[in-house]
């Protein structure tokens, strides 16, 4: 069957220029989120990974941001919409979950308020129905005293359910693409991984197309149905789940799964080195000095050539050359 493509991300650039130079946050992304599938995307701190989720519903605070590229949002491009024609969509079509809830909610109104005042700007209901469906919502994602939480301020809920009450929010209108930017980070790993399941099956249910961020690979391997890896703004991999953690074929991915955590491993083995400066990024490989399998090929290579097979893509020399490990490997 033909999976349906709900957001598609075409050549996307987002730069900021500078009195320095030109900071190059997100680098030729292309990228499809599918109706009812995951999209796991990973990476460092620092790669890009925010910007390039906030520059799909155009939240960009600074306004110096520059974008290039489509952002096809059912077949509009987002970058040629107004900022009201814009403000339409979130929520309804797009929606986001955030990091940190205690900097969405404005500490003087209460969840009630905050629910109410969404639902309302995108659909036409009395403050009554609205509540019902604030409530309805708040149910879905086990909160118990719905009720009460809607009378109650951000202050007066703990991170946990707070963090819930901003999924009830951006699943309230049923969304068809949502973008969760490490919605569980700040979470305690019990509360994380309740949160996390309840937040798989419920998107899973409303068949909504979901760009998850985060920089663990366990969040990854839980919820994604699809893996792209971020470095310096690029998308270095992208493959299948199953295929990723099975085959890895960058080097800087197969570092990433090498550094992680696992009790069976006696050593983590870190990625050695930092990650250059964005700012005046060429477009030679950006992993190129942090790079165990550095050839004299390397040097030579431009991130435009992508190799790989079928629907597992690899920006690095070796695969885009196509040198025959390719098939050896991945078949
Ligand atoms: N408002 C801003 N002004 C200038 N530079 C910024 C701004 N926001 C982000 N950056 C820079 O853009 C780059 C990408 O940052 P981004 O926050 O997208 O990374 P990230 O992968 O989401 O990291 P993290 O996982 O730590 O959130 C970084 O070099 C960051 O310093």
């Not at 404005?106 to 469906?133: C, M």
């Not at 969760?180 to 937040?199: F, H, N, R, S």
């Not at 961020?213 to 310096?232: K, N, P, R």
């Not at 190129?288 to 090929?297: I, P, Q």
Request: proline share 4%; aromatic share 4%.
């Amino acid at each position: 069957m033909k999976e349906e493509v709900v957001l598609k991300v075409e050549e996307l650039q987002v730069y900021l220029p500078s009195q320095e130079g030109m900071l190059r946050a997100v680098n030729g992304v292309n990228l499809e989120i599918k109706k009812g599938k995951i999209l796991g995307l990973v990476g460092e701190s620092g790669c890009g990974k925010s910007v390039m989720s906030l520059s799909l519903l155009k939240l960009l605070k600074n306004k110096d941001w520059k974008t290039e590229g489509e952002v096809r949002l059912k077949e509009r491009n987002i970058f040629s919409l107004s900022e009201e024609e814009m403000r339409k969509q979130r929520g309804k079509e797009i929606a986001m979950i955030m990091q940190n809830p205690m900097s969405v909610f404005d500490p003087l109104r209460t969840i009630g308020s905050h629910f109410v005042d969404t639902i309302q700007n995108h659909i036409k209901v009395s403050v009554r129905e609205a509540k019902k469906i604030a409530i309805e919502n708040l149910k879905k994602v086990s909160l118990p005293e719905a009720e009460k939480i809607m009378r109650q301020y951000p202050f007066q809920l703990s991170g946990g359910m707070l963090q819930r009450v901003m999924i009830a929010i951006a699943i309230a209108m049923n969304p068809d693409v949502l973008i969760a930017d490490e919605p569980t980070t700040a979470l305690d790993v019990t509360v994380q991984y309740q949160i996390l399941g309840q937040l798989k099956s419920l998107v899973k249910h409303n068949n909504t197309g979901v760009l998850l961020v985060s920089h663990d690979l366990g969040v990854i391997a839980q919820m994604a149905d699809e893996v792209a890896v971020m470095y310096c703004g690029y998308i270095v991999e992208k493959a299948p789940v199953e295929e990723l953690f099975k085959h890895p074929a960058h080097p800087y991915t197969r570092g990433l799964l090498a550094s992680r955590f696992q009790l069976n491993k006696k050593r983590l083995k870190p990625i050695e080195g930092q990650p250059p400066s964005l700012l005046n990024l060429g477009n030679q490989c950006p992993f190129l000095e942090r790079c165990s399998e550095v050839e004299a090929a390397c040097r030579e290579y431009t991130m435009d050539e992508v190799g790989g097979i079928k629907n597992h893509l690899v920006r690095c020399v070796k695969y885009a050359r196509g040198k025959e490990m390719i098939l050896d490997e991945l078949a």
